[in-house]
């Protein structure tokens, strides 16, 4: 049986002018699944989101929407909400004024009991009363994110929703998303930042120069043809690096860091011979006490690729 998708679109072009910001897109979006979008400035994201929202309409290919072909009108498909280049707010008004506002014209729910829940989701309950005009970016990234909960949506589509964020409201709003996938909700995530694209992704699409260059589960970027440089702390440096140079497929780095850190050694290896050097460790006896790549592969895979794109224009 085949997935069940949120989101199919093939073969969407849409240029602006002589500018072609979207030149083919494939996508698919399974329902209950946080898909994550990426790319460089000026790749197409902004363009492929506002199709989504319905605030543009592409100039051919079909784009599909909680199952319903998309016709050539400007409207938010039924079930989606969410915002692009950042949520539009009343700033005379406060937090919870403006989730008033915005239910009324959407025609949705605005019982206060309504809107105290959401607030309290993404953490204003204590600036519920306080007008938008003085809130941080980050504080009106989750209002913008409370907006769209609102009116309970079935896919959600947000633009850099982590701009602006502290520790704890990246971890409140981290929290929402991963609750709404696990409730069947569908989210379309933006992001320039890698670690919350992996933390929050099953699958991920990257995007350049209008093209999709890859798209599909996190972990087939890892297990692509690609060596990382890893960063390696062990209780017996010695032993490590004589086990890492002999080690098939394993190459010791010569790193500012690690030279400063006699701890750390830094490797670079595909994921089996990675493997290979930690059995080997642990079969020496030498405890490993921390093991991580110093780019991500998703951030990896994403320069590589998108490299390869813009050398190829």
Do not use: W
């Not at 010569?254 to 079969?283: F, S, T």
């Amino acid at each position: 049986m085949g997935r069940l998708l949120a989101v199919r679109a093939r073969g969407i072009t849409k240029c602006f002018g002589d500018v072609v910001a979207l030149d083919g897109v494939d996508l698919d979006v399974t329902q209950g699944q946080i898909h994550g979008l990426v790319g460089p400035n000026g790749a197409g994201k902004t363009t492929l989101l506002g199709l989504l929202l319905g605030l543009a309409v592409a100039d051919s290919g079909r784009l599909e929407i909680l199952g319903t072909p998309l016709g050539r009108a400007f409207a938010a498909p039924d079930g989606v909400a969410g915002f692009v280049d950042g949520p539009g707010l009343y700033p005379s008004l406060t937090a919870r004024q403006n989730l008033a506002a915005l239910a009324a014209l959407r025609g949705h729910d605005a019982r206060t009991t309504a809107i105290d829940d959401v607030l309290d989701q993404v953490g204003l309950t204590d600036v519920a009363d306080d007008r938008a005009r003085g809130f941080s970016l980050g504080m009106r990234q989750r209002l913008g994110l409370a907006a769209a909960l609102l009116t309970k949506p079935r896919l959600l589509v947000l633009d850099e929703p982590s701009n602006g964020l502290d520790p704890a409201g990246k971890r409140r709003v981290h929290g929402v998303l991963t609750r709404l996938a696990a409730d069947g909700t569908s989210v379309v995530l933006s992001s320039h930042r890698m670690d919350d694209l992996e933390a929050l992704c099953s699958e991920v699409t990257i995007v350049a120069t209008g093209r999709v260059v890859f798209s599909g589960p996190l972990g087939k970027l890892a297990a692509e043809n690609r060596e990382l440089d890893y960063r390696l702390r062990t209780s017996d440096p010695q032993a490590a690096r004589r086990l890492a140079a002999d080690t098939a497929g394993t190459r010791i780095v010569d790193d500012a860091g690690a030279r400063q850190d006699a701890e750390v050694l830094v490797v670079r290896a595909l994921v089996p011979a990675l493997d290979e050097l930690v059995v080997g460790l642990v079969q020496a006896g030498v405890a490993v006490r921390e093991l991580a790549p110093l780019v991500s592969p998703l951030e990896a895979a994403f320069l590589a690729l998108t490299e390869q794109q813009e050398a190829a224009r």
